[in-house]
């Protein structure tokens, strides 16, 4: 069964306090692995696609990496600005529908 | 920078009636999409659309639901009898390729008391 699973639920920062959010992921055939921020309320945003392991792409303080089994979004330096809720998503097994994680919720404290 | 819209932001509506979310995805793209979001929970696949037909549905997409492109630009979600089950922010997406990104609106939240 296709399947998204993303540490930690919660994760609270400091303002500058660097972490990193993780994706595991079981799908036969890897098409690619998404990322999205979602802000309470509203639909979720795309931030980064990843296609292939050792990939990696940047946006501000985020960047996000994939290796064959699971993707990290790394955020350096974050601001309360970044407070959202991470979510990320792959295709199914089967046709393109997008299977999404549970996603992490950041609070990032100035 | 172009984006999806949805109507209503937010719909209620009592049980057993019918209600029709509309969505306008991004001009250029060709795959569509509705996904929904329970409060506190994933969000999750309802359905999706190429070519004029649905090309993939979900267990919960029912003979309840109905999907219709009716022009060049709308992309509409019929719930012909709803429940209470059905309360959830319901998302519109589109994409311009198979597998590539999909960008989604900012929902409908719809109540049903």
């Known amino acids: 069964e296709d399947q998204v699973t993303q540490s930690p639920e919660a994760l609270r920062l400091q303002e500058g306090e660097s972490s990193s959010l993780n994706c595991s992921y079981t799908?036969?055939?890897?098409?690619?692995l998404f990322w999205y921020r979602q802000d309470p309320g509203k639909g979720p945003e795309f931030l980064f696609t990843l296609y292939s392991a050792g990939e990696e792409k940047e946006k501000e303080r985020l960047k996000a990496t994939l290796t064959k089994k699971e993707s990290f979004l790394h955020i350096t330096a974050p601001k309360p600005e970044d407070s959202a809720t991470y979510l990320c998503a792959v295709p199914g097994t089967y046709g393109n529908k997008l299977v999404f994680g549970a996603g992490t919720i950041l609070r990032v404290k100035s | 920078e172009p984006e999806v819209t949805q109507t209503p932001s937010h719909q209620v509506t009592q049980m057993g009636q019918e209600v029709i979310l509309r969505c306008v995805p991004i001009?250029?793209?060709?795959?569509f999409y509705w996904y929904r979001q329970i409060l506190g929970q994933k969000v999750e696949f309802l359905v999706s659309f190429y070519n004029n037909e649905i090309s993939e549905k979900s267990e919960i997409f029912d003979d309840q639901f109905s999907v219709e492109r009716p022009d060049g630009s709308n992309f509409t979600l019929k719930i012909r009898s709803t429940k209470l089950e059905d309360s959830a922010m319901y998302f519109c997406?589109?994409?311009?390729?198979?597998?590539?990104?999909?960008?989604f609106g900012p929902g409908t939240r719809l109540t049903v008391t």
């Open positions: 997406a589109s994409s311009g390729s198979h597998y590539g990104e999909q960008y």
């Open positions: 001009s250029n793209h060709l795959y």
């Open positions: 799908v036969s055939g890897l098409r690619g």
